[in-house]
């Protein structure tokens, strides 16, 4: 793929494989790009301009074959090998992620937690180890975490992203309402549940208020 595919598309590409592996378990082989856009509520242009980055996927009168799709976003979102990632802080939202630990998804899971607080340090917590941060480094490259999901204190948040950009991180999953920095080839992706909470309360109180 030559082009760098936009975060907006990227960030679609999870909804187009959960419909279409719906479709392949309701037994449909194909599907309109219509009924798409339908269904996942983005519309039709913007389907086609994400599906153009993958070049011409869909085939007219006929609409996308859902297998071949399904095959080819699988590859894409490297869905068929199995991705260990790393979560650093084992408070309140940690220990949910690692009880969560995306089962729905078996081909993304949480290999190793870390943690500072030595009550923590060396237990197991829904299956999975917690590691001292003194082993960070040291785990990351045994455990080739390349993926790190941080829930520590804001305040401690700009250490431990220094210390995972020298360990040569690949992706962050933040949780923190901090903003980071990052050298080129490490990804951030910025979680900010109360961000978005009031962004939905925003919303809703416009709406309330008739403004729309
Ligand atoms: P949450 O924000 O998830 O609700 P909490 O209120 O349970 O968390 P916090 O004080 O936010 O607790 O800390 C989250 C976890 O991060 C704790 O388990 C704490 O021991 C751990 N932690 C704090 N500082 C660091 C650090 N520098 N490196 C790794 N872990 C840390």
Known sequence: MEQEIP???????????RYLSYLKDAGKDRISSSELS??????????????SYFGALG????????????????????????TSVGLIGVGNLGNAL????????SNVRI?????INPDLVGTIQAGIPVYSMDELEEQMDLQQLQIMIITVPENHAEEV???LI???????LNFTPL???????????????????????????QHIDGVE
């Open 7 to 17: 975060r907006a598309t990227a960030q679609r590409l999870p909804i187009y494989r």
């Open 59 to 82: 085939k007219r009168g006929y609409g996308y074959d859902v297998d071949t799709l399904l095959d080819f976003f699988t590859k894409v979102l490297n869905q068929d090998r199995l």
């Open 38 to 51: 339908e269904a996942v509520k983005v519309d039709s242009a913007t389907i086609r301009r994400d599906f």
């Open 166 to 172: 020298a360990a040569d991180v690949k992706g962050i």
């Open 179 to 205: 903003r980071f920095e990052v050298p080129e080839g490490v990804r951030v992706q910025n979680v900010d549940l109360t961000n978005e909470l009031q962004t939905l309360i925003f919303f809703i109180d």
């Open 98 to 105: 690692l009880n969560y630990n995306f089962r729905k998804n």
């Open 161 to 163: 992203v220094d210390r």
């Open 111 to 115: 290999g190793a937690a870390f943690d």
